[in-house]
């Protein structure tokens, strides 16, 4: 650690958990960048690299740099998962699966909650203005009824299809972002099996985790994903190899800044031509980004010391949760209304970008709203992370 890290830090371990802390955020802005969909900002958006600007900047952020996002978090709570661990036993387990029901369950299931009541809310709005009846009853049932809860929404194209031709369903509920919440809840109900085999067998676990995660060779059934037991199982072979993230990844820094990029520049290329090598190029990437953001926050705190407020990195799981409940759409209009001009490329990516802001923002606002309002409920949405 540089001398400027222990001006404002006294130990590793809080200079690791403030970056860890301020990248949290940054991973939930990169979520929302991925949701902002291009058709939105764009009518001429094709999904191709052999687009225009627009099509390669929107594909190079949604399709590429922001699928770190996910894998991060996975691994980071793999890490937390694990941190302080001086002995497993059954109590210990009991333990943190009853902090995690609190920390994860409750607001998974509230988080839906709110997300079914305001599209019914919307909907119903909406129809009575055209004149029409809308029947809640209905849609429910046509969306699964508890399926909404768990996978009511499929991705069942090409690109759920694995190496070996098996349909990797990649259900997720009505409130598509918290797939991510299940299946962390899942495989952590499954963490003595990853700790036996991490003690066991160590990086030759992890090694032939990765080659299945890379693969997406796994449970071909929704709640636990290959990318969440591998980089789960990857933060917590980093912290009980006594390690901490910092010195792990700045083991292969100039790997991390260098391959990446290659890797990014193949899959922005693969995106919607060749489907599987795609798959296989950005779930390595995700691998080698994770190293990536580390040592960049590493970099960037030595530069200007703590980069994110307590605030914002508190509002990183309030903003991953309500982005998809109309917000991105509004950010959208908003967007569009103040900048009424026609489609053309550094137009359309001006927007993406602005759009992406104004998410994040409004976000923000309700978060410091429900804060001032209701500070209770908002611990509890929250995830008693406040």
Known sequence: MTSSHQTAFTTTDEFQSSMIDGLKFAMACLVVMIHVDGGLISSSYSGTYQGGTFDIIHILFAQGICRIAVPFFFMISGFLYFTHLREW???????KEKRRVRTLVVPYLLWNI????????VKYAEMMWNGKFFYPTNFIAQQGGWRMFWDCGRIIDESAVNVLGITMHNGFPFNGPLWFIRDLFIVTLFSPAVHFFIRKFGASFITLLSI?????????FEGMSSLAIFFFSLGGWIRLSN???INFWGRIKALSYTLPALLLTAAVICYGKFVLLYQIVIRLFAIFGCGTVVNLAVDLHAWKGRLISPTLSKSSFFIFSA??????PLA???VSWIIPFEDNGIVSVFKYFASSTVCVLLCILLFLLLKKLSPKALTILSGRRL
């Not at 709110?114 to 809310?121: C, E, L, R």
């Not at 299945?212 to 071909?220: K, R, V």
């Not at 982005?323 to 991105?328: D, L, M, P, S, V």
Request: positive net charge; glycine residues 6%.
């Open 212 to 220: 299945l995660m890379i693969l997406n060779i796994w449970l071909p």
């Open 114 to 121: 709110i997300s079914i009541a305001v599209f019914i809310g």
């Open 323 to 328: 982005q998809r409940i109309f917000i991105i």
């Open 89 to 95: 036993n059954w109590h210990i387990y009991i333990k």
């Open 243 to 245: 390690g901490n993230l």
């Open 332 to 334: 959208v209009s908003i």
